[in-house]
């Protein structure tokens, strides 16, 4: 199956940042982008308002904005559902010979 994942703009990346009610700061450390103290002693993050900017190149990469979606509840057509069991036990489970 193939999914397309295209990159968001800055205004659809900023759009999708709003919708849950995430600052930058709170995006930027949910993706692990790098947050740093700001030049007013609040903490930023550079690389999430390069995303956001529609006069910078950079755009954050379709699966990365796939998952950031899928992470705020925020996809189209997909959740993600947290499994009640681990690998380990499902694999107890199968039938043994």
């Known amino acids: 199956m193939q999914m ?5 703009s800055g ?13 930058q700061v709170e995006a930027a450390a949910l993706m692990g982008y790098p947050v740093q103290t700001g030049s007013r002693g609040g903490l ?5 308002q390069a995303l956001e900017s529609t006069g910078d190149p950079r755009n ?7 998952l950031f979606q ?10 993600l559902v947290k499994s009640d ?9 199968l039938p043994t010979d």
Do not use: C
């Open 60 to 66: 954050m990469p379709g699966p990365v904005f796939a």
């Open 11 to 23: 205004e659809e990346l900023k759009a999708a940042r709003l919708k849950p009610g995430l600052s």
């Open 85 to 93: 069991s681990t690998p380990a036990a499902n694999a107890a489970q």
């Open 44 to 48: 930023q993050s550079r690389t999430w």
């Open 4 to 8: 397309e994942m295209p990159s968001p």
């Open 70 to 79: 899928l992470l705020t509840g925020t996809h189209a057509e997909f959740v």
